[in-house]
């Protein structure tokens, strides 16, 4: 079993619509919770992170956490073309320093 | 955030030989990751590079194969050796956002990159 699961998608979206990407973990012992966002040939960039239940705003970003169910989420707002990108979801136990990558959902926004 | 980079970019190597990779951070950091990410796939942690002793390797990752130099706080490198056309991928690095002396950030932020490709 995966350690951290992300559906690969491509998920395709409208232009100004609701991208919602989910990320499902196995270790109970997660603590810190992060998504970020590759482009193609780029490395990651941070986008959000979050350690609490319930969900965390930033500009068009929100992430979603629901520990009892193991589920994170990134809701992306008014999706631009710009968004389009391989979305990571990474989990990190207690104090570790050490991050555990899902496979990415390949974000497509269309005009 | 921290400004991480690395060299080379990109590298075009025969099978049998060995790459060193070098990264390089502005600020004093103390823990250093080294992933890799084949064409298509998620990032894999290779090791764990801490100042001062040796590095942490993941399962099915050893030392004869990546060794890791980690000399001073703002500098690390792998080295690929006995290369393989298997061994073509992404090698990035990266650091614990816990940077000595300035904010507490518990992330990590990442090198552009070294893409390999093995003939």
């Known amino acids: 079993q995966k350690e951290v699961e992300q559906n690969s998608g491509p998920l395709s979206v409208p232009e100004g619509a609701i991208a919602s990407l989910n990320c499902t973990y196995s270790?109970?012992?997660?603590?810190?919770f992060f998504w970020y966002r590759q482009y193609s040939g780029k490395s990651p960039e941070l986008i959000m992170f979050?350690?609490?239940?319930g969900d965390k705003e930033d500009g068009r970003f929100t992430a979603q956490l629901n520990k009892a169910s193991q589920y994170v989420s990134l809701l992306i707002r008014d999706s631009q073309p710009s968004d389009s990108a391989t979305y990571l979801c990474?989990?990190?136990?207690?104090?570790?320093?050490?991050?555990?990558f899902g496979t990415g959902t390949r974000l497509q926004v269309t005009l | 955030s921290a400004v991480i980079s690395q060299k080379p970019s990109r590298d075009i190597c025969q099978r049998g030989t060995s790459l060193t990779i070098q990264c390089q951070v502005d600020?004093?950091?103390?823990?250093m990751f080294w992933y890799r990410q084949q064409p298509g796939q998620s990032l894999t942690l290779i090791a764990t590079?801490?100042?001062?002793?040796?590095?942490?390797?993941e399962s099915g990752f050893v030392i004869d194969k990546f060794p890791i130099s980690r000399p001073n706080l703002t500098f690390s490198t792998l080295t690929v050796s006995n290369l393989s056309p298997e061994d073509s991928s992404i090698y990035l690095c990266?650091?614990?956002?816990?940077?000595?002396?300035?904010?507490?950030?518990?992330?990590?932020?990442f090198g552009p990159g070294t893409r390999l490709t093995v003939l």
């Open positions: 270790d109970r012992g997660s603590q810190s």
């Open positions: 600020s004093q950091v103390t823990m």
């Open positions: 990474a989990v990190k136990a207690g104090t570790a320093s050490k991050l555990t």
């Open positions: 990266s650091v614990d956002g816990r940077v000595m002396g300035r904010t507490w950030t518990d992330t990590q932020y």
């Open positions: 979050i350690y609490s239940n």
């Open positions: 590079a801490n100042q001062g002793s040796e590095a942490t390797y």
